[in-house]
């Protein structure tokens, strides 16, 4: 089953431009992370929020966690031809000693030089 | 440098056979997953260990097979009952709870 959604499912903008991912998922989680993923390769983990958390910070990466809505969302600024790529949330969940990962369909992201 | 590699990168095989992917780390990481993803999806989960000589199926677990004799490896095989086994195979592995560390990846096409 699949947990997280995001959404848009393809972003395309021009370089400078900010970009905005959201995620929505259905149960209670530990933690949300973000990954990216360039084509034909494998994920690249970005940032983790915890579920006691609402907003977090790296680099040109904020993240922002509203666990009444259930959703996130990842804003990428001043985006870069470089940050083409596609973006997966994925939810951490622990039922008894099982530690799960559960990922998201993805946004495709195109930034045009 | 420490990392996860997945061999072979391509791999094809014929209706019928079962094949073994490779996945090994040198992270000392206790926990390491397999996941399937399909072009224009998500990951999906096909098996996880925790711990040597133990794991869990995950969501898609029929039609594969896994062990984990020690740490560092963890090889996923791709028996003949798995319907539709053309895929991207992802492995990955972790300290028990923080972030994946992704290997690059094995795209199986079974013909």
């Known amino acids: 089953s699949q947990q997280g959604e995001e959404d848009p499912q393809a972003l395309s903008i021009q370089e400078g431009e900010n970009a905005t991912m959201n995620c929505s998922y259905k149960?209670?989680?530990?933690?949300l992370q973000w990954y990216r993923q360039n084509s034909g390769r494998g994920l690249v983990h970005l940032i983790l929020i915890r579920s006691n958390e609402r907003e977090k910070h790296s680099g040109r990466l904020r993240v922002t966690l509203d666990t009444s809505k259930k959703s996130s969302s990842l804003l990428i600024t001043a985006s870069r031809a470089a940050d083409t790529a596609s973006y997966f949330c994925?939810?951490?969940?622990?039922?008894?000693?099982?530690?799960?990962?559960?990922f998201g369909k993805g946004t495709l992201l195109t930034v045009n030089p | 440098d420490g990392g996860i590699t997945q061999s072979p990168k391509y791999l094809f095989r014929k209706e019928g056979q079962n094949v073994t992917l490779s996945c090994e780390q040198n992270l000392n990481h206790d926990a390491m997953y397999w996941y399937r993803q399909d072009p224009g999806q998500g990951l999906r989960l096909i098996y996880y260990s925790q711990i040597v000589n133990d794991f869990q199926k995950g969501d898609i677990a029929e039609g594969y097979s896994v062990s984990r004799e020690k740490k560092e490896s963890f090889p996923l095989t791709v028996t003949s009952a798995q319907k539709n086994p053309t895929a991207f195979y992802l492995c990955?592995?972790?300290?028990?709870?923080?972030?994946?560390?992704f290997g690059n990846g094995t795209r199986l096409t079974v013909t």
């Open positions: 990955a592995s972790s300290i028990l709870g923080s972030p994946l560390h």
């Open positions: 994925a939810t951490a969940s622990s039922g008894g000693s099982n530690y799960k990962l559960t």
């Open positions: 149960t209670s989680i530990n933690n």
